[in-house]
């Protein structure tokens, strides 16, 4: 099995990695310290301290703060309380629906019908960080893209045990539900 050193691993990050190197890395089997050297990588990286449990996206990150486990920007802006709700309940939405929004993006006969699609772009409140873009039927809920199952990944994956558990499951609908209250 294949170790990495993090000097290796940034530059990999940074896209500045020789593209045969990058190859031989894939064809690789799967070293075990890779991710952890990555997350390390993106902890320098950022600005505060929170334990960074694993990226999602490379501005997005679920980290531990204090009892919680929730998703984080680069910036700092942590997207509600809990990593299970989708974070983009809490991100700002700019929904392309007709015909005139579309047309800044696609062209001719790419363009999807407006009557059915819409294009949503989320942004964080926090830094203005464009951080997901979906094209999904109206009226589609958020695409909840990653839920990752992190305690059984930390303890069977990884074999170091997060210090507490929670339960796997999606939040995001009992969040919504207590909007209606
Ligand atoms: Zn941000």
Not at 44 to 71: M, Y
């Amino acid at each position: 099995m294949s170790e990495y050193n993090p000097h290796e691993i940034r530059r990999l990050v940074d896209g500045e990695l020789p593209w045969l190197r990058v190859q031989e890395i894939m064809r690789s089997p799967k070293d075990a310290n890779r991710l952890l050297v990555w997350i390390e990588i993106q902890q320098e990286r950022v600005d505060w301290n929170e334990r960074i449990l694993l990226p999602l996206t490379p501005a997005l990150f679920i980290v531990e703060s204090g009892a919680r486990r929730v998703v984080k920007c680069r910036c700092g802006f942590e997207f509600g309380d809990d990593y299970r709700v989708n974070w983009k309940l809490e991100a700002l939405i700019y929904v392309h629906e007709d015909r005139e929004s579309l047309d800044r993006i696609y062209r001719g006969i790419d363009q999807p019908d407006p009557d059915w699609i819409q294009l949503r772009e989320y942004s964080c409140p926090g830094c203005g960080t464009q951080l997901e873009v979906e094209a999904v039927p109206r009226g589609c809920p958020p695409d909840f893209e990653f839920l990752p199952d992190l305690d059984t990944f930390y303890r069977d994956w990884l074999g170091t045990p997060l210090p507490d558990t929670r339960t796997f499951e999606d939040k995001t609908l009992s969040e919504i539900a207590r909007w209606e209250v």
